[in-house]
């Protein structure tokens, strides 16, 4: 709470109103899916629904003050802002708080001034500590263990659900808790749609398959790519995979904290860039993982921001040729003053399997 | 389209801003996560980022005038708006819109007059076609068949985190696309907590196993909850279990559309109370299924709003005891004029598994 006073003061906010579920966990523990918090430079409200009334006991404990609202948390809200003493300039998050939402602090929060603000809670989010990062780590080793499980499975003629039904399977067996995003597992040409669900595509000998997933482990998440191929590979799949391995691991071996978002994504996109495969490179370089498996800070072409020591990024460059197929290689770093840390460290040789 | 131009005029807008990703699929077929669409009576306006350039083709087809943005979507959004015409009074989505976009829409969308709306698009999907009605029927056959398949796996010493594992892997081999919700697999005390998660508990014998899942078929979400013993059930374990067991028979075979969302609640909690365990069953009977595996309407005791035909509703009584565990049994409807037809056909008695 000291660094949240601080950027509380910073801001001359007297208190601000918390929407944001994932900057919830981060500052009190909560892992259910409905809270709503005040905090204060020396108060913690905190609001949620009779679901949780064991779980918030177990997770937040008396680190906050805790109402159960039988119907809508705002009416808690409320009630117990009117007990906070010293509180009139209070900020909203901006880009966590619906319109209609924004209309009751309005009404029924008429009382207090309001301040949108953005990113107070984010941008504490970006430095990690060293429990965090262990906590990342841990969930890097969780997916490459059900990485290498899941590809001594992997075979032409399953389908790209089966394969990823089989990695989810892994994740779970190696704890993790859950599953960041919807995995991705794209095979043959549709390894060049940078967003492919798993779709019911039996995957063919010859064919690319693009694996991007992640883990979960005490509320923290890794995000890595990998892209096999299933039986023998071609010259120009190996050249392809050649020239985004050796991006991935000039930007991993290269990038730092102190650096504009910007610098960094250009590590890698210059080089694709000299190997004329620029334009095939269609996404950003990366972007920071925690609680989020999107967060702060950025690594794109127009990010200006300077990245932070000991942020955790992803390094994911690619290159995708609509009808062919593509290729993703992304690790997870802790970026230190002078270089990086790489997490994930699963082969980024071309593996032919199956 | 004509329905929504009946909603429009109705709520006397000349369009309608789109900014939930739900509505827009089920407007447009798109199943990307970035997208926003304007609507008229005559114009549908979509604005995606280039990594959904091939998928927007696919699924979006002609049907809307597309336009691909490289950066922000509201340049995009702002650019094709100007070109309709007879558009001055927009509607947008309250409980959609966070406020740094609201923001947008007075300062950048200033030459237009805004109007907040809620439910709109909402409203539509809770009627759901006999398309959509085979797609949930889909969804509930996978989960159904997953869930058997899962459950012949079950032994005392495997953790949650690993039956979870065992049943989405089936879901995938049975061919859901994905998982609408974390999958909830609670063991023993942790079954008495409504929202728990799946943990590294191993599952002990005379434990309650409650397992609350779905699938995901052409977009469309099941939403099923059972309650086994591992192992031997004791008396009182069968007593609470024929309890639920009855009162959603009881809800499944009385409810239908027409009566109000608090009526239909009661079809069970008076049951429940009647039998003395009314404070254990903290949470309402049930909630609309479809794009969304939460969506209207709502059977619970506060909705006065009535039941419309054709709606798809899940029926999911429980009761929970704090340090004893709980039972839900969940079933998923489609509510007609004097009845409802159950989808979900999965045994409710009893089972014993391990």
Redesign the interface.
């Known amino acids: 709470m000291t660094a949240l006073g601080a950027a509380l003061r910073a801001a001359h906010l007297d208190a601000l109103l918390i929407t944001s579920l994932p900057n919830i966990r981060y500052l009190t523990g909560f892992?259910?899916?409905s809270a709503i918090v005040v905090a204060s430079d020396r108060d913690l409200l905190f609001v949620t629904d009779?679901?949780?009334a064991?779980?918030v006991h177990e997770e937040v404990g008396d680190m906050a003050r805790v109402a159960i609202e039988p119907?809508s948390l705002w009416n808690g809200v409320w009630r117990q802002m009117t007990d906070m003493t010293g509180v009139a300039v209070v900020g909203?998050e901006?880009?966590?708080?619906?319109?209609?939402d924004?209309?009751r602090l309005l009404n029924a929060g008429a009382r207090w001034q309001w301040r949108?603000t953005?990113d107070v809670v984010e941008t504490l989010r970006e430095q990690k500590d060293s429990g965090e990062i262990a906590s990342i780590t841990d969930a890097a080793r969780v997916a490459e263990r059900a990485l290498e499980r899941m590809l001594t499975e992997v075979r032409a003629g399953l389908t790209e659900?089966?394969i990823?039904?089989?990695l989810?399977?892994?994740?779970?067996?190696e704890?993790?808790?859950?599953?960041p995003f919807?995995t991705i597992v794209a095979s043959g040409e549709r390894s060049?749609?940078?967003?492919?669900?798993?779709?019911?595509r039996p995957v063919r000998a010859g064919d690319f398959l693009l694996i991007d997933f992640g883990a979960i482990v005490d509320g923290y998440c890794s995000d890595i790519t990998r892209t096999v191929v299933v039986g023998r590979a071609t010259q120009e799949q190996h050249d392809v995979h050649e020239i985004v391995r050796t991006a991935n691991e000039r930007a991993s071996s290269l990038v730092h904290a102190g650096m504009s978002g910007k610098d960094a994504d250009a590590l890698a996109r210059r080089y694709i860039e000299e190997r004329g495969l620029g334009e095939a490179f269609?996404?950003s370089l990366g972007h920071g993982i925690g609680i989020e498996v999107h967060e702060a800070p950025r690594l794109a072409r127009?990010t200006e921001a300077v990245l932070p020591e000991r942020a955790v990024v992803t390094i994911e460059p690619g290159v995708y040729r609509?009808g062919w197929g593509g290729v993703r290689i992304e690790d997870d770093v802790v970026l230190g003053r002078d270089s990086a840390t790489v997490l994930t460290n699963f082969s980024r040789e071309l593996l032919e399997v199956g």
Chains 1, 2 share one sequence.
């Open positions: 892992s259910g899916s009779f679901r949780y064991t779980q119907q909203f901006s880009a966590h708080l619906v319109h209609r924004f209309e949108a953005t659900l089966e990823a039904g089989a989810e399977r892994a994740l779970r067996d704890g993790s808790s859950g599953f919807e060049a749609l940078p967003h492919a669900r798993a779709a019911d269609g996404h127009t609509a």
